[in-house]
């Protein structure tokens, strides 16, 4: 817009451009401040989001350990467990299926063609299978993008500027696969 404004000020084939060139440039002023805004807050979205799954982490190492301190402590007496308010761990049962992953969002990622998905874990999960299609889905429009041992990824090399379909799975022991989740929609950065 300013190459524009540029070229055309004081061009004697452009005499009263309309809408007038100062609105132009008022318009790629506020245009610019909204793109750096947008590009901030993104920018702080993703760190929130980094330092939520940090703390999340450091909180589930702490109760863990303490749970195993109560468990040890207790050796297994129910009533002990509960009084730290705590219930006991249900005795270990096969895996026979696994619910589909919930929640799952697309954000933009930090690099052009790139998307960051993330979604609740799945107890027992070993893993996650990541599919990706193309707009408009089909039936046939899935495939393969990649696994992953953590309830979030980043995928990379996505074409900039389309929109991009993603569901997930959860992979558990003796390759029982859950049902897929609900797909997320993002338009690549």
């Not at 005499?15 to 790629?28: F, Y």
């Not at 993703?46 to 799954?53: P, Y």
């Not at 005795?91 to 609740?120: M, R, Y």
């Amino acid at each position: 817009m300013r190459q524009v404004v540029t070229e055309m000020t004081g061009n004697a084939n452009f005499t009263t451009p309309s809408p007038a060139l100062t609105v132009i440039s008022t318009k790629a002023t506020a245009l610019e401040s909204a793109f750096n805004a947008q590009q901030t807050a993104q920018q702080a979205a993703k760190t929130a989001t980094t330092n939520l799954g940090t703390a999340e982490d450091a909180a589930n190492a702490a109760m863990n350990s303490l749970a195993n301190y109560v468990e040890e402590t207790t050796l297994g007496d129910t009533a002990k467990i509960e009084s730290a308010g705590m219930s006991n761990r249900a005795p270990k049962t096969p895996t026979t299926s696994l619910p589909a992953p919930g929640n799952l969002s697309s954000t933009a990622g930090d690099e052009e063609g790139e998307l960051d998905l993330v979604w609740d874990p799945v107890p027992k999960a070993k893993g996650y299978e990541v599919q990706t299609s193309a707009d408009p889905v089909t039936s046939t429009s899935w495939a393969f993008a990649e696994t992953s041992s953590a309830s979030r990824t980043s995928l990379t090399g996505l074409p900039s500027g389309s929109k991009i379909w993603v569901r997930v799975r959860a992979l558990g022991p003796k390759k029982i696969k859950s049902p897929w989740s609900d797909p997320a929609v993002k338009r690549v950065p």
